[in-house]
């Protein structure tokens, strides 16, 4: 790996210009006077625009502009010690040492790692110090490149790996009992992730203040530096086991659903880097408040674990679940809007929405064909709803195969991955074609990112090779061979579901869907089931109404454990339950409402053996009468709050309420004369307890 400072990148007490563009302009020019970018111009720009979004000076006189640019072709640091200093936003003032970090597009791992180190070492006062006290440029290149592992020989402390969790051990708990930051009586632990747009400097360097702001106040933090080269998941058992979480970034957190439930602080990067001790303290008050504002999402055990102790099993597992959970907010949108359109233009709404939208207006509603109760301005509403609904349900497929690409080769893999789902369109494939498209685009897509192309070509790759060849192949794959087969796989499904609707079979598809639902409660299993039904509703019709039969099953039977539970607890038998499960059981009958089968959980946790079995007779109980009652549900989600979206309203009603009478009995029924004597051990030793006073 070539030197990533060399003596001609670095200017010494010189004026490089009034203001920070002018500075970052002639720093960039430097980079490429030595060769190791194409163009001064491409190379600002970029830096440039990541100035814009956030400034880049820091606290102590330092500014670090950087960017990710495809004009770069060798990882580099230009260095100037400015006189006089230069605004770059800090809150203490002007900054004299400036770094232009430069790196390719597709910078590889080892070279991100070492501009990292970078970020890192200017956290600490004597490297500074050093470059302020340097008198030539050969002893600053020796300086940096000791602090980034470049130079001879190694420092005695080395930064840590860029891509490891960082951690703040607590040696004393007086630090934090005397600053407040105790909770429970011991000292707060706090999990922590930052990360930034380019995730290069701000990421480690924000990582790096928190983990000092910890072991000062003597408390347990644990930071995960997301960086553009990776990151290492914090471990499960440090996530649960914190009180709050920091968030300190710039961009989307990666599967925040790890996090789920717990008390969080968000801000920008730049935050953990010039107040990490504020961060801290508002995430101890965050922990100790019940107010505070939670991550929301549901908790995935399986994403929290790091990616390379998966087996194959839990990997293909986690990147069809992300292709799922990016696909449903198009479905949830589009189901409901589609609902809206029914509700105000009728369910005749569908014959001429599209001309009625391009042609009429509110100022001139339509006069013919009106389908609405409420009519013409109901017909142009609905219409307008139900083409809006219609559009976004369109997407269904290419999301679900585009992020199924995008888990398996990040953002590369998205646009074949999007391509491969609309040529799954095209073939009538269906949701089937969208997830082997996903998979084939995101396979190809990382191994063609992992080839080994001459530097002048990589930035090319992920913005131009990647998604051309991947497309390529994929789609090609899809059209060639694989798209009829699963078209016709898809058209056999469709007309088996649509010829056992009205019939007795259909109610089978129901139990089988209610037994899913009701297993394991939001796990691997529910979620199957689910997202069956979610992605049939793209082909449902006033003509086809069997995915809105499914859809309507699968919702009804997933309320029933958190409802079930909650009656159980709160009316039924509370005496057969201790005080902390009939406080669950309050709460339960919300989630329940919403249809969040997880509100069942606490429940399960603590007594699956009666719990999940129970729960799934309700289920299949639930299923079977929603089959047999032909309620149909435009809506993906939502439970009760979503009622004018179902019909007929009764017949949904109905089977929820059966199915959470029947699970409800079974349970107490189990729990009254089934392994009686245990609960009574428990309850024995709860009362035995002396409460505080």
């Known amino acids: 790996m070539s030197d990533t400072i060399t003596p001609g990148l670095v200017s010494l007490d010189a004026a490089l210009g009034a203001d920070k563009s002018e500075v970052i302009r002639s720093l960039a020019a430097r980079v490429v006077a030595e060769g190791r970018a194409t163009d001064a111009q491409a190379l600002f720009d970029d830096a440039w625009a990541r ?36 605004d770059f936003g800090a809150p203490d003032g002007a900054a004299d040492l400036v770094f232009l970090i430069a790196a390719p597009a597709d910078a590889a791992e080892a070279h991100l ?29 020796a300086i940096v490149q000791t602090a980034i592992g470049e130079g001879a020989p190694a420092p005695a402390a080395a930064p840590a790996a860029p891509l490891s969790p960082t951690t703040a051990a607590t040696t004393d708990a007086a630090p934090a009992a005397a600053a407040g930051l105790a909770v429970d009586g011991r000292p707060a632990r706090i999990v922590a992730v930052t990360a930034c747009a380019t995730g290069i400097a701000h990421t480690f360097m924000a990582a790096d203040a928190l983990t000092a702001a910890g072991k000062k106040a003597g408390i347990d933090l644990v930071v995960e530096p997301q960086g553009s080269s990776g990151y290492q998941a914090l471990p499960a058992d440090v996530i649960q086991g914190a009180d709050a979480v920091i968030f300190a970034t710039d961009v989307d957190v990666r599967e925040p ?53 998966l087996s194959w099993g839990a990997r293909i597992q986690r990147i069809l679940l992300t292709g799922v959970s990016y696909m449903i907010p198009f479905v949830a949108g589009g189901g409901l809007l589609i609902a ?4 105000l233009g009728g369910y005749n709404v569908t014959d001429n929405a599209a001309n009625v939208i391009v042609q009429n207006s509110l100022w001139d509603l339509p006069t013919e064909e009106i389908t609405s109760n409420y009519g013409p301005l109901g017909q142009y509403l609905g219409s307008v709803f139900f083409m809006i609904g ?3 349900m369109g997407f269904l497929v290419s999301a679900l195969s585009g992020y199924i690409a995008f888990a398996i080769a990040d953002r590369p893999g998205i646009a074949p991955g999007f391509v491969a789902g609309a040529v799954a ?65 898809m058209e056999w499904l469709n007309v088996w579901l649509t010829d056992l609707a009205g019939t007795a079979g259909i109610v089978v598809v129901g139990v089988i869907l209610g037994l899913m639902m009701c297993f394991d409660l939001g796990g691997p299993i529910n979620k199957v089931a689910y997202a069956f039904a979610v992605a049939g509703l793209a ?62 959980i606490p429940f399960a946790a603590a007594d699956p053996l009666r719990v999940i079995p129970a729960s799934m007779v309700g289920g299949a109980v639930t299923g079977a009468l929603s089959m047999a009652f032909a309620v149909q549900s435009l809506a993906p989600h939502g439970g009760v709050f979503v009622l004018f979206a179902i019909q007929p309203i009764w017949g949904f009603l109905v089977a929820i309420a059966a199915g959470t009478v029947v699970t409800a009995l079974i349970v107490v029924a189990l729990k009254k004369w089934v392994g009686r004597k245990e609960l009574e051990q428990a309850e024995a030793i709860e009362s035995a307890v002396p409460v505080a006073a």
Request: proline share 8%; net charge positive.
């Open 340 to 343: 809206l359109g029914f509700l």
């Open 390 to 392: 219609a559009t976004s």
């Open 425 to 489: 369109v095209l073939m009538n494939a269906g949701f089937i074609g969208g997830i082997v498209g996903g998979l084939l685009a995101g396979v190809t897509a990382w191994w063609i990112g992992s080839w080994r192309v001459p530097r002048w070509l990589r930035g090319l790759m992920p913005v131009v090779i990647i998604p051309l060849l991947a497309s390529i192949v994929a789609s090609g794959l899809m059209i060639l061979f694989l798209g009829r087969p699963i078209a016709t796989l």
């Open 257 to 309: 659903q790890r996090f789920a439930g717990k008390p969080v602080v968000r801000s920008g990067v730049k935050r953990g880097i010039e107040q990490p001790d504020q961060l801290i303290a508002e995430a101890v008050a965050a922990a100790k408040s019940p107010s505070a504002t939670r991550v929301g999402g549901e908790a995935a055990a399986v994403a929290s674990a790091p990616a390379e102790k």
């Open 113 to 141: 790692a070492v501009l990292s180190k970078l970020a890192r070492s200017l956290m600490q006062a004597d490297f500074t110090a050093g470059l302020r006290a340097a008198t030539t440029d050969q002893e600053v290149v």
């Open 51 to 86: 100035e814009e979004k956030d400034e880049t000076g820091l606290p102590g006189g330092i500014a670090i502009p950087h960017a990710k640019s495809a004009a770069v072709t060798t990882p580099s640091l230009a260095f100037a010690r400015l006189k006089p200093g230069v």
């Open 539 to 600: 082909a449902g019709s006033p003509e086809n109404p069997t995915p809105y039969y499914i859809m309507a099953a699968v919702m009804a039977a997933g309320m029933v454990p958190p409802l079930a539970m909650a009656l159980a607890s709160t009316v039924l038998a509370r005496n057969l339950f201790p005080p902390v499960e009939r406080e669950n059981g309050k709460a339960a009958w919300l989630l329940g409402a919403a249809f969040i089968s997880e509100g069942a």
